[in-house]
C-alpha cells in the first residue's frame, strides 16, 4: 500500500480548511484517511498551519509520500529540516540548537519582507493620493 500525505477539504463553500493526512494514494481526496496529522488554514491573514511534528516524521519515516503542497507546509514548519538534520546523525541538543537558529532566522526574514510590503502599501496609497488630486484639478481647469 503506498502511502502519501496530502490535504483533504473540509469547510464550507469558499471558505476551505484542509486537514493535512496520511491516506493511502488510491483513496479519493475526501475519502478514507489513516491518520490526521494537522490542519491548514489558507484563507487566513497570514496562513495558518498546524503540523504535529512526531507524526509527521513517523510517516515520512516509513515512506508516506508528501505531495507538492504538503512538502511545501512541511518545509515551512521545519519538519522537512529536522528530518535531514537526524538523518545526518546530529545530537538532539545539536538539532535543537541549529532548529532554533533556523526559526529565528526565517522570523526575521519575515519581518523583513513585511516592512517591505507595508512600504509599498504607503506609497502607493500616496502616488493614489496624489494622481486623484491632480486629476480633479485637471478636470476642474
Known sequence: M????????????KQPIYKIVAVDSRSPRD??????IGTYHPKATPHKVDILEDRAMYWLGVGAQPTDTVKSLL?????????????RGLTEEQIEAELASWKSKKEAESEKKNKVKKTN???EKLEGTT??????SEVSA
Open 121 to 123: 502599501k504607503e506609497a
Open 2 to 13: 503506498a502511502v502519501k500525505l496530502r490535504l483533504r477539504r473540509m469547510g464550507k463553500k
Open 31 to 36: 475519502g478514507k484517511f489513516l491518520e490526521a
Open 131 to 136: 494622481e486623484v488630486k491632480g486629476a480633479s
Open 75 to 87: 518545509r515551512q514548519k521545519g519538519v522537512i529540516y529536522k528530518r535531514e538534520l537526524i538523518k
